[in-house]
């Protein structure tokens, strides 16, 4: 067991970044897009759809964007890890922010769910981008 986790991480830090680097970024630009470059078609298509379909929901629900605020601590976390989360959607965020789509915060419990299913779309959209890096640098099939 500890020669395959010695395997896979010297794996990850033997692969040139020329190998891994453009399935990354393709993963986060166009969700389940990495996995289509590594032929992964079924992955990728499952992926991407599951993300687009959780930011869809989140738009419908009139979730909030997150923007980068400061203020006291608690307050920066929030507000930076939430854009860094809606980011992490690649194309569906540039894509809603170009077209203006731009929900105030407001009290509800649909709402909350939106802003929390946006956010969500970019967690899942980095656990793709995680996973078209593990099969680029063969950590994984």
Do not use: C
Request: hydrophobic residues 50%; without cysteine.
């Amino acid at each position: 067991m500890a020669d395959n986790v010695q395997t896979a991480a010297s794996a990850s830090s033997a692969a040139p970044s020329s190998h891994w680097f453009p399935a990354v970024l393709l993963a986060w630009l166009i969700p389940g897009g990495g996995h289509f470059l590594l032929k992964k078609r079924e992955r990728g298509l499952a992926l991407g759809a599951s993300v687009a379909i959780m930011f869809v929901f989140g738009i419908m629900m009139r979730g909030a964007m997150f923007h980068p605020e400061g203020g006291d601590m608690l307050t920066t976390i929030i507000y930076y890890g939430g854009f860094l989360g809606d980011l992490l959607s690649g194309v569906l965020y540039f894509l809603a922010s170009w077209l203006g789509y731009n929900q105030v915060d407001m009290a509800g419990h649909v709402h909350d769910y939106g802003t929390k299913f946006l956010v969500g779309a970019g967690l899942l959209n980095l656990l793709a981008m995680v996973d078209a890096f593990e099969i680029a640098t063969g950590q994984k099939d």
